[in-house]
Antibody, heavy 113, light 114 residues
Framework: EVQLVESGGGLVQPGGSLRLSCAAS????????MNWVRQAPGKGLEWVSY????????YYADSVKGRFTISRDNAKNSLYLQMNSLRAEDTAVYYC??????WGQGTLVTVSS | DVVMTQSPLSLPVTLGQPASISCRSS???????????LNWFQQRPGQSPRRLIY???NRDSGVPDRFSGSGSGTDFTLKISRVEAEDVGVYYC???????????FGQGTKVEIK
């Protein structure tokens, strides 16, 4: 069974940093592209970042470019999102997604003073 | 950038009756390989999104056959033949054709029971 479990969310002050993790199981992680998608409270879905199966190709949404860094460790079956210079508008539930067919349950990031 | 526009944004439906959601893209979603990367997702209250339909009309494993997708080019439709109580939630269309930069989602359509 495919499982994606996000962690690392929490309350952080504006300008602060947070690192999200996504633990994958039930499939060959190193064979799949991965994405982060977020959803602000009561709002729709917004794609955040993409990483290829090898990690060699990476894309970001303009809203996070230069502040967020996606990475993966195929030996640990894990996906990461390093978030720096956080803003109030980054407050959202962050989901990791395998290509687009399986999604985790999400982790809530709240940016507030 | 591609813009995805869904309608209606709210859809009250009577149990057992059909429902239809429209999704229009600002550009054709036909990719150079001939495929059209238009997917539909369901998000039940308090849950993460679940993919229902991929590449316009292909149902994911375990998705009831009352869900169907159709369309081409820039106009797409998700239909529920007979709405059940478990179908309550928000439905999103998503394009994966114009990549990079990344996926683009519609605003979402909230399906509720009358």
């Amino acid at each position: 069974e495919v499982q994606l479990v996000e962690s690392g969310g929490g309350l952080v002050q504006p300008g602060g940093s947070l690192r999200l993790s996504c633990a994958a199981s039930g499939f060959t992680f190193s064979s799949y592209e991965m994405n982060w998608v977020r959803q602000a409270p009561g709002k729709g879905l917004e794609w955040v970042s993409y990483i290829s199966s090898s990690g060699s190709t990476i894309y970001y949404a303009d809203s996070v470019k230069g502040r967020f860094t996606i990475s993966r460790d195929n030996a640990k079956n894990s996906l990461y999102l390093q978030m720096n210079s956080l803003r109030a508008e980054d407050t959202a539930v962050y989901y990791c997604a395998r290509t687009n067919d399986y999604w985790g349950q999400g982790t809530l990031v709240t940016v507030s003073s | 950038d591609v813009v995805m526009t869904q309608s209606p944004l709210s859809l009250p439906v009577t149990l057992g009756q059909p429902a239809s959601i429209s999704c229009r893209s600002s550009q054709s979603l036909v990719y150079s390989d001939g495929n059209t990367y238009l997917n539909w997702f369901q998000q039940r209250p308090g849950q993460s999104p679940r993919r229902l339909i991929y590449k316009v009309s292909n149902r994911d494993s375990g998705v009831p056959d009352r869900f169907s997708g159709s369309g081409s080019g820039t106009d797409f439709t998700l239909k529920i033949s007979r709405v059940e109580a478990e179908d309550v939630g928000v439905y999103y269309c998503m394009q994966g054709t114009h990549w990079p930069p990344g996926w683009t989602f519609g605003q979402g359509t909230k399906v509720e029971i009358k």
